[in-house]
């Protein structure tokens, strides 16, 4: 009965590392979705997938950012060589069915990246 | 191009007091709107949708296509409406993506 959980949920690199963030989605959830959270404004959209099918990856603001969900259920977002304006919450949402407004979108806690 | 504007961060009322929150979007097509709303602590929530017409814990909103705008409404605040509230579009024809505002900050004082 746990919603979406995600991990870890505080995360410092140094400038040029490279971090993974996980997302679990709620068990049975067709659709995964990223989300970037700069401080003081609202999530923007990053990636979205349907099963292990990655369907629209408009939001992925530079090619350092790579998702993926291998089996369906778990995904993970990359950032290679990590800079300072990737500083922000990372947001994972999942919904039952195909994304439509009829699904709703269940947030996890998210990733607070930092990086220093 | 898809936008959403909340042109409040914060707004603050006492208990009791009428609430508005307000919303305006930027689309060419048909929209679907939401509120989400995060308590202090909280995983971000949605709150409740245009499509469904409904009234959550007091709260309202609807649809105006001629002013685009989406506000959120409540007669009468409490002290645990208290929270960050954004407002979010879908644009069918943009994908499954959600287009969140800045959101505003809602206070409510006693």
């Known amino acids: 009965g746990a919603g979406v959980s995600q991990s870890p949920r505080y995360k410092v690199a140094k400038r040029g590392q490279d971090v993974a963030l996980r997302c679990d989605p709620i068990?049975?959830?067709?659709?995964l979705f990223w989300y970037q959270q700069a401080l003081g404004q609202g999530p923007e959209f990053l990636t979205y997938f349907q099963n292990e099918a990655q369907l629209d990856k408009s939001g992925l603001p530079s090619d350092r950012f790579f998702a993926e969900r291998p089996e369906g259920s778990v995904s993970t977002l990359k950032i290679q060589r990590t800079q300072q304006e990737d500083s922000a919450v990372y947001l994972c949402?999942?919904?039952?069915?195909?994304?439509?407004?009829?699904?709703?979108?269940?947030f996890g806690p998210g990733t607070r990246l930092t990086v220093l | 191009a898809q936008r959403v504007t909340q042109p409040e961060k914060l707004l603050s009322v006492f208990k009791g007091a009428p609430v508005e929150l307000k919303c305006n979007y930027s689309y060419s097509g048909s929209p679907e709107l939401f509120w989400y709303v995060q308590y202090s602590r909280q995983r971000l929530q949605l709150l409740l949708r245009?499509?469904s017409r409904e009234s959550i814990k007091g709260f309202t909103a609807d649809l105006n296509k001629g002013e685009t705008s989406f506000h959120l409404k409540k007669p009468f605040a409490q002290e645990e409406d208290s929270a960050m509230y954004y407002c979010a579009l879908r644009g069918v024809e943009y994908g499954n993506k959600l287009v969140f505002g800045a959101g505003t900050i809602l206070r409510v004082k006693s």
């Open positions: 068990s049975g959830h067709v659709s």
């Open positions: 245009h499509i």
């Open positions: 949402a999942s919904s039952l069915g195909l994304a439509s407004s009829y699904n709703e979108q269940f």
